[in-house]
């Protein structure tokens, strides 16, 4: 796709999905050409970019994204197309939740098996706190082909929440933009590898009060403490070193 079609704002979406989709790779949160990551086309509520079905994530760019509606029909000139499973969760969050500019959804092993404990996600350790009493939870209803889970799976996300996870599934984070929903997904999978580390000792776990549980995760959500000063966005300064981590060693630019 040329850069001439599409508007300042969309290339800039582009861009830094496609630099999501590399870094995911890059942190080993893909699964081979499975799971996903959409972000909304700006100025729309009924258009959004995913990946080509069968691209690895490491060699996806700007220009490779294909455009679908909430119908799942392409409306660009992509000689490729998209995985079903994928519209099926996505569509339904990007339907539902206006403010949620980026999805992203992962398969990862930490994550899987968090999402496979009767316990789900833990308050055992800061990471795990910037989600305390903000992750909610999907049952798990088969591989995502059923339009009908649609509304089940937006009923238990609800209006607010930004982490969701899909029992025995994996873990799905809304950003209002995508380096928040990337932010958000890597201190999530940080969160679940930790668990899965502490309670494979069998030790017991050193609690946290929940004064203090409530505590950090407000402190999370204000952005404070990584904020720029005069700058609304607390992930900006985070994003920018992220890309520094693809952009030296990438055979092929994600701003292609």
Not at 72 to 85: E, K, T, Y
Not at 88 to 112: K, N, P, Q
Request: charged share 20%.
């Amino acid at each position: 796709m040329s850069s001439k079609d599409v508007s300042p704002a969309e290339r800039q979406v582009r861009e830094d999905l496609a630099a999501a989709y590399r870094l995911v790779a890059y942190y080993g949160m893909d699964d081979s050409i499975y799971t996903h990551i959409s972000a909304r086309v700006p100025g729309t509520e009924d258009q959004f970019l995913i990946n080509p079905f069968g691209m690895l994530f490491r060699d996806i760019t700007a220009s490779s994204l294909v455009k679908i509606d909430l119908e799942g029909r392409i409306l660009d000139d992509s000689p490729f197309d998209v995985n079903p499973a994928g519209f099926t969760i996505h569509s339904a969050v990007h339907s539902a939740r206006h403010d949620a500019a980026c999805v992203l959804h992962t398969h990862t092993v930490a994550g899987v098996a968090v999402s496979s404990l009767a316990c789900g996600l833990q308050p055992c350790n800061q990471w795990a706190l910037q989600f305390h009493e903000r992750v909610v939870y999907h049952d798990f209803e088969g591989i995502a082909l059923d339009p009908d889970e649609c509304s089940r799976l937006v009923a238990d996300l609800g209006p607010t929440s930004r982490a969701l996870i899909l029992r025995n599934h994996g873990l799905v984070t809304l950003g209002r933009n995508v380096p928040e929903a990337f932010i958000l997904m890597l201190n999530l999978e940080r969160a679940c590898r930790v668990q899965v580390a502490i309670q494979s000792t069998g030790l017991p776990i050193h609690p946290v009060s929940l004064e203090v549980c409530e505590k950090t995760a407000r402190q999370y959500e204000s952005g404070d403490s990584v904020r720029e000063a005069g700058q609304p966005d607390p992930n900006g300064r985070e994003w920018r070193a992220m890309l520094q981590r693809i952009e030296p060693a990438a055979p092929s630019s994600f701003r292609d």
